[in-house]
């Protein structure tokens, strides 16, 4: 019996609604619940960038995680303390930053949300392990702004190269583009040289 595809038609449907100021804002929640349940926030972020263009889907994007971030937080902190415990037992790296952070506080938490090395969604329930404040965990969710700027600004990009036709008949002219890609190009390096700096911050120095 052959398997059936899909049918990728209430696409349709739903990505226009979406892109409604009522969608922009059932985007914020949906974009908090994912983060929450620990799925990769990529891609909800490129999409945002499709839907909503760089600059208001990375402000969509910010806010929905840092919701997500303070629940996972505030969820590992209490109810579900135990399990986080487990999950992050086979995760070395992210059980030092709960023990680092402890003492660091607001440095730390900016640091680690700068460098790609550490993942968002895991490492918010490491932090709600750790003694950390709320005030300052709050705060260093400003540190996810570099990262979520750029996927956005990538996927608003991959949303204009979908409907490439449109830049074929002359809606986008050539200067248009290259000032896209240059914009994505700087952020993509200044994400990289503050994950740089951030990784050096983070590593101790050898010696004694």
Same mark, same amino acid.
């Given at each position: 019996?052959?398997?059936?595809?899909?049918? @990728?038609?209430?696409?349709?449907?739903?990505? #226009?609604?979406?892109?409604? @100021?009522?969608? %922009?804002?059932?985007?914020? #929640? /949906?974009? %908090?619940?994912? +983060?929450?349940?620990? /799925? @990769?926030?990529?891609?909800?972020?490129?999409?945002?960038?499709?839907?909503? &263009? #760089?600059?208001? *889907?990375?402000?969509?994007?910010?806010?929905?995680?840092?919701?997500?971030? !303070? %629940?996972?937080?505030?969820?590992?902190? $209490?109810?579900?303390?135990?399990?986080?415990?487990?999950?992050?037992?086979?995760? @070395?790296?992210?059980?030092?930053?709960?023990?680092?952070?402890?003492? !660091? &506080?607001?440095? /730390?938490?900016?640091? $680690?949300?700068?460098?790609?090395?550490?993942?968002?969604?895991?490492?918010?329930? =490491?932090?709600?392990?750790?003694? +950390?404040?709320?005030?300052?965990?709050?705060?260093?969710?400003? &540190?996810?702004?570099? &990262? $979520?700027?750029?996927?956005? *600004?990538?996927?608003?990009? =991959?949303?204009?190269?979908?409907?490439?036709?449109?830049? /074929?008949?002359? !809606?986008?002219?050539? *200067?248009?583009? %290259?000032?896209?890609?240059?914009?994505?190009?700087?952020?993509v390096a200044s994400v990289w040289l503050a994950g740089r700096a951030a990784q050096r911050a983070l590593t101790p120095p050898?010696?004694?």
């Amino acid at each position: 019996m052959a398997m059936s595809i899909p049918d @990728p038609s209430w696409l349709d449907a739903v990505l #226009p609604a979406l892109q409604s @100021p009522l969608g %922009a804002l059932a985007f914020v #929640p /949906l974009y %908090a619940l994912w +983060v929450t349940l620990l /799925l @990769p926030g990529v891609w909800a972020s490129m999409l945002a960038g499709a839907l909503y &263009g #760089p600059w208001w *889907g990375s402000l969509i994007v910010f806010v929905g995680a840092c919701l997500g971030a !303070e %629940a996972a937080f505030l969820l590992g902190r $209490t109810w579900l303390r135990n399990w986080a415990r487990r999950r992050l037992a086979a995760l @070395p790296k992210l059980l030092a930053i709960e023990q680092a952070v402890s003492r !660091e &506080g607001l440095k /730390l938490v900016l640091l $680690t949300r700068l460098s790609p090395a550490f993942p968002f969604s895991l490492l918010n329930f =490491a932090y709600g392990l750790s003694e +950390v404040s709320l005030r300052d965990y709050s705060i260093g969710l400003i &540190g996810i702004l570099p &990262g $979520t700027i750029l996927f956005c *600004g990538l996927g608003a990009l =991959a949303g204009d190269v979908a409907r490439f036709g449109e830049v /074929l008949s002359g !809606e986008a002219d050539a *200067g248009t583009w %290259a000032l896209r890609v240059v914009g994505v190009l700087a952020t993509v390096a200044s994400v990289w040289l503050a994950g740089r700096a951030a990784q050096r911050a983070l590593t101790p120095p050898d010696g004694p």
